[in-house]
């Protein structure tokens, strides 16, 4: 008799940057829009309120800068290291985060909505209010990091990884999700939007930890 074998489904794995940067020159000035930022090194710079729409950094690495309310609107990161950056009301709306590592990050309310991140690994540190929303992810790793309420309405999320996380009060509402992998989220709270899970990997604990919410987007009542 023949027998059937069941399919084992697997989650395509997230692509990582592979960063090389070449030797830095120290940059000590400020930030302009359209400004054009090639192998700088720029270190403890407070860059809060600065106006720099459109700028471009190439192997760029910017470390322990203050981006409090820095408009980089349409800005573009290209294979650069952003390390113990700090800002609150950062704006990113629509910019370009392509080969990028952001390494022990500390933000508040940063706006990247619109934005697209390709082959981008977020590490440790904390956002609060991550507003993700109409974004495009593609091959993004959060590794070791705290996101509090992060929304991601809208976005599109392809081959992204949640590892040693804390992923708390999540909004996913109207999201499309392919090859999300959300196994490694220590704490996983979705606040909205979990209907939009198709797409998503969890596990075992993680779905009965979600009973709760999927029986309400059902409209079960759970009675002893």
Known sequence: M?????????????RRPDLRLPPLEPYGGGLEPDGDYDGLELTGLDLSGQSAEGARFLDCALRECGLDEARLTGARFLDSV???????????????????????????????HGAVLER????????????????????????GCVLSEPDFGGAVLERVEFVDCVLTGVDFGGARLKDV?????????????????????????????LAPVLAAQLGVRVEE
Do not use: H, P, W
């Open 82 to 112: 952003l390390t113990g950056v700090r800002g609150v009301g950062t704006v990113l709306a629509g910019a370009q985060l392509r080969d990028v590592e952001l390494v022990d990050a500390r933000l508040g309310g940063t706006q990247l």
């Open 120 to 143: 981008v690994v977020v590490r440790g540190g904390k956002s609060d209010y991550l507003n993700l929303r109409s974004a495009k992810l593609k091959d993004v790793v959060f590794e």
């Open 181 to 209: 992998d959300l196994r490694g989220v220590q704490r996983l709270e979705i606040a909205r939007g979990v209907e939009s899970l198709a797409g998503a990997v969890i596990s075992t604990a993680q779905l009965l930890d």
């Open 2 to 14: 023949a027998t059937t074998r069941k399919k084992k489904t697997t989650v395509a794995a997230a």
